[in-house]
Nanobody, 124 residues
Framework: QVQLVESGGGLVQAGGSLRLSCAAS????????MGWFRQAPGKGREFVAA????????YYADSVKGRFTISRDNAKNTVYLQMNSLKPEDTAVYYC?????????????????WGQGTQVTVSS
């Protein structure tokens, strides 16, 4: 089993920044891919960013490319999502996820462990 706990969400004005953290426990964190997804009110959960087990490869949704940066610190069992130039349309609950089963890295189906989510609200 893997436990994931997100933190760092909050209310920010458009153009501002936030850094989300996701602390993992329970298994060898450094062996697994990590991803961030988000779900806005009334919408489905969507892919935001992902990082390989080594941190050597990163992937982003087109909507956040150039504004968000995913990174990981395997010594701290933590993955981060630095969010800059935030827009009102970035408002959502953000979830981190990991997988020990493989699958498509940019798809919900590629993850089998999820955190409880952290709210990000961007005001205009």
């Amino acid at each position: 089993q893997v436990q994931l706990v997100e933190s760092g969400g909050g209310l920010v004005q458009a153009g501002g920044s936030l850094r989300l953290s996701c602390a993992a426990s329970g298994r060898t964190f450094s062996s697994y891919r990590m991803g961030w997804f988000r779900q806005a009110p009334g919408k489905g959960r969507e892919f935001v960013a992902a990082i390989s087990w080594s941190g050597g490869s990163t992937y982003y949704a087109d909507s956040v490319k150039g504004r968000f940066t995913i990174s990981r610190d395997n010594a701290k069992n933590t993955v981060y999502l630095q969010m800059n130039s935030l827009k009102p349309e970035d408002t959502a609950v953000y979830y981190c996820a990991t997988s020990d089963t493989g699958g498509v890295l940019t798809s919900i189906s590629g993850y089998n462990y999820w955190g409880q989510g952290t709210q990000v609200t961007v005001s205009s």
